[in-house]
């Protein structure tokens, strides 16, 4: 099943250097049935980023709290698009929630999502409303939509430390 995880760019640099990522809780996104349902129509291409869509928000959060620790820290959001086959449905938190039993090899990465620089300042002011927007704060939903305007960039996992360093 491909899963979409929520990242960070200092997870990211910890993935770099462990060569595995170990997803927060365990939580990914997918196209689960649940997601599926949810939709009247879309294919599988569409529906599948609408599950990376919900990853590069929850996202948002992570960055959120890195950012109440270290306000230096890095603002992109992140996603990490890997197959695995020990995905848990967990419809219960949300359609396109699933739970990982472990950490995932950087062999099973099919590829990393990265905002762009000019993305920041939009990421910044959507994680510290990422709360907000989820209460339906209008102004907050607003703020959130202009972070989800910018497209995430699409790297080979073979980029990724070029990538980390440029940063």
Do not use: C
Not at 60 to 79: C, F, K, N, S, Y
Not at 93 to 100: C, F, H, I, P, S
Request: aromatic share 6%; charged share 25%; no cysteine.
């Amino acid at each position: 099943m491909r899963v979409y995880i929520p990242v960070t760019v200092p997870m990211l640099q910890r993935f770099v250097k462990d060569s595995e990522l170990q997803p927060l809780g365990g939580t990914a996104f997918a196209l689960t049935p649940m997601l599926r349902e949810s939709y009247a129509t879309g294919d599988t291409e569409e529906l599948e980023y609408a599950a990376m869509s919900e990853a590069a928000r929850a996202s948002l959060r992570l960055i959120a709290a890195e950012q109440a620790d270290d306000a230096g820290a890095p603002v992109r959001r992140a996603v990490v698009s890997a197959d695995v086959e020990d995905a848990k449905l967990r419809p219960d938190l949300d359609d396109a929630v699933v739970k990982l039993s472990g950490p995932v090899p950087m062999s099973a990465v099919a590829a990393v999502h990265v905002d762009l620089p000019d993305a920041e300042n939009a990421v910044r002011a959507a994680a510290a409303v990422i709360d907000a927007a989820d209460m339906g704060d209008p102004d907050a939903e607003f703020t959130l939509g202009d972070a989800e305007d910018h497209e995430l960039a699409w790297y080979a996992v073979q980029e990724l430390p070029f990538l980390l360093e440029l940063m």
